[in-house]
């Protein structure tokens, strides 16, 4: 299993220009991105965005990986976000492979390696989209972003076409198998004790579904 990809990353851009009602290239190279229309792929993601945290996120497919491993970026400007979050070439293409077809991606029915492996690079795209989404309502913190999105991880999965079994059991596939893993990895940020059922990081609290 491919356990080194990396969720996502924070950049933090001290520009002097204050965050602006609109959103604007938090760096120059993000200008054309965002003047561009969306993709059918790319309204999806932000529709994915809108719900999980009410605001209007734009989301851009770049054209090349930031650097190797990142799946997702986030950038911030004077502490803040910047109403936009950028999804890596390779999280792209698995969030396309699974909207064609989502069982394919389903643990409960994996019975080799191969198929383990694939949904591994699928659930992290997943992920993606919901960590990176927590990034924009301002949390800068990865083991924050990282809990929520895992917690959001199956509303990802439905909106892309996943059943609600399936949806369920790769977020469970994550709790189980990815998130611990970030413990002992050369990035234990992403990691925190109080993510768990009923952890100061639990959104539902009432709940004692968990992680969905
Ligand atoms: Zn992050």
């Known amino acids: 299993m491919r356990l080194a990809f990396l969720v996502g990353a924070v950049a933090a851009f001290a520009l002097g220009a204050s965050a602006a009602a609109v959103v604007y290239p938090a760096r120059p190279g993000d200008g054309p991105l965002l003047a561009r229309a969306p993709t059918a792929n790319e309204r999806l993601a ?7 945290t009410g605001k209007r996120i734009e989301v851009r497919c770049t054209s090349a990986s930031e650097a190797p491993g990142v799946l997702g970026l986030t950038p911030f400007v004077n502490g803040k976000p910047s109403g936009y979050f950028l999804l890596m070439p390779a999280a792209c293409r698995e969030l396309g492979l699974f909207r ?11 019975s080799d390696n191969a198929c383990v492996e694939g949904v591994a690079v699928e659930v992290q795209a997943l992920q993606a989209v919901a960590h990176e989404s927590y990034h924009t309502l301002g949390y800068r913190s990865e ?7 895992m917690q959001s991880l199956w509303y990802v999965a439905r909106r892309l076409g996943a059943s609600t079994n399936e949806a369920e059991a ?43």
Do not use: F, I, K, M
């Open 46 to 52: 932000e529709s994915v965005a809108l719900r999980l």
């Open 100 to 110: 064609e077809n989502p069982a394919r991606y389903d643990p409960s029915t994996c």
């Open 143 to 149: 083991s924050t972003a990282e809990c929520y999105g």
């Open 170 to 212: 790769l977020a469970g596939w994550y709790w189980g198998y990815r998130y611990p893993a970030w413990r002992t990895s050369p990035h234990p940020q992403y990691w925190s004790a109080q993510c768990r059922d009923g952890g100061a990081l639990d959104l539902r609290p009432r709940s004692h579904g968990w992680p969905s």
